[in-house]
């Protein structure tokens, strides 16, 4: 019942983060934080990490859709927070925060013994924000192709 309640409170979190809502944002980044140690009751048990990382592996780790649509998602919040500056500046601060918290998101797992600790887990991640940056730019090109009035 509390996973639930939790699931609600990132979903709610989440939509009001697309919008410029830095208090959501930042919540939901909060949130997302401490939910690693909240969900083993704050009881570490540190677990070694994979450093193994090659060209197989790396295109194997594609396979995670998981860690791919979520980290896209949050590039995509992240870049919602950042509207009104340049482009770059945009699209860089979203993808330091993309590749921040899947960074953290694997020291967090090799922390608490919660899920596997892996290098390799950070090419789904990067593949995450490149298509969040891709569905940036493609929303950028077509907003500022319906901005020119047509004659």
């Known amino acids: ?16 983060a697309f919008r410029p809502s830095r208090r959501a944002y930042f ?21 070694p990490c994979e450093w193994a990382l090659n060209v ?16 896209a998602i949050f590039f995509l919040m992240t870049s919602a927070q950042m509207r009104g500056v340049r482009a770059r500046t945009q699209l860089l601060a979203a993808l330091g925060a993309a590749v921040a918290m899947g960074i ?5 797992q090799g922390l608490t013994g919660q899920g596997h600790c892996r290098l390799r887990d950070l090419v789904p991640d990067l593949a995450g924000a ?14 500022s192709r319906r901005a020119v009035p047509r004659r």
Do not use: C, D
């Open 56 to 71: 197989p592996l790396a295109l194997f780790s594609l396979t995670n859709y998981k860690h791919i649509v979520l980290i």
């Open 1 to 16: 019942m509390i996973w639930a309640l939790i699931t609600v409170v990132f979903v709610v979190l989440g939509a009001m």
């Open 130 to 143: 490149v298509v969040g940056t891709a569905i940036v730019m493609f929303r950028n090109l077509y907003t």
């Open 104 to 108: 953290y998101v694997e020291l967090a």
């Open 27 to 47: 919540a939901f980044v909060a949130l997302g934080v401490f939910f690693f140690p909240a969900r083993v009751g704050f009881h570490f048990h540190p677990q």
